[in-house]
């Protein structure tokens, strides 16, 4: 099992604005996995992050929008730039170790 | 990539009944299955999972089915109770299980409502 933190639990945010969710996993894992849940919708895979080297973002998805840090093997953080409205949704980290673990969710507001 | 279908979006059963809740997906190299189930305004958890050397699964009141030939798998919960009611969803995961690796492609999701 893994016990996944995350923080902010919830924002409001202002238009054009970034705002970094951080993520810490209770131990070592290779990936961690950055997904977004808009209202009433499924869980959709923004990225996977690994440690010591880039990202992998999913179709639709760019770093510039996106930007990911994985600087060991607990931790990730994922910004999200220049917010719009549209960007108003949960985001979760999770990490697999036999499943997948999800953390609470980052619920964001963009006003 | 992967791509999963799930069926009803919504389902309401009377306390006491079955429920079922299908999917379909794309990619015949996706050998590994779980179904999530998220609770209002809580993060999604595994509820049970099937991988593709076996045809059904079992735990107390759910069971999942696959047919890998059709592509589609189905999670069952019998004897339903309000507690059960949330959204479920079915997911895949592309190349099969390795490690700490690969990603889940979900499903839509069902909301389920079992009433009383």
């Known amino acids: 099992s893994a016990v996944i933190s995350q923080k902010p639990s919830r924002d409001i945010c202002q238009r054009g604005t970034s705002l970094t969710i951080q993520c810490q996993v209770d131990s070592q894992v290779t990936m961690m996995f950055w997904y977004r849940q808009q209202p009433g919708q499924s869980l959709t895979l923004i990225a996977t992050a690994n440690q010591g080297s880039e990202a992998t973002y999913e179709s639709g998805f760019v770093i510039d929008k996106f930007p990911i840090s994985r600087p060991n093997l607990t931790f990730s953080t994922l910004t999200v730039s220049n917010m719009s409205p549209e960007d108003s949704s949960i985001y979760l980290c999770?990490?697999?170790?036999?499943?997948?673990?999800f953390g609470e969710g980052s619920r964001l507001t963009v006003l | 990539g992967e791509n999963v279908e799930q069926h009803p979006s919504t389902l309401s059963v009377q306390e006491g009944d079955s429920a079922v809740i299908k999917c379909t997906y794309s990619d015949s190299a996706s050998n590994y299955f779980p179904w999530y189930k998220q609770e209002l305004g809580k993060r999604p958890q595994l509820i049970i999972d099937?991988?593709?050397?076996?045809g059904e699964k079992k735990d107390q009141r759910i069971a999942v089915t696959l047919n890998k030939t059709a592509k589609h798998f189905s999670l069952h919960i019998t004897e339903t109770q309000p507690e059960d009611s949330a959204v479920y969803f079915c997911?895949?995961?592309?190349?099969?299980?390795?490690?700490?690796?690969?990603?889940?492609?979900f499903g839509t999701g069902t909301q389920l409502k079992v009433e009383l």
């Open positions: 997911a895949a995961s592309e190349g099969g299980l390795t490690g700490g690796g690969n990603k889940l492609t």
């Open positions: 099937i991988r593709s050397n076996v």
């Open positions: 999770s990490v697999r170790t036999g499943e997948l673990f």
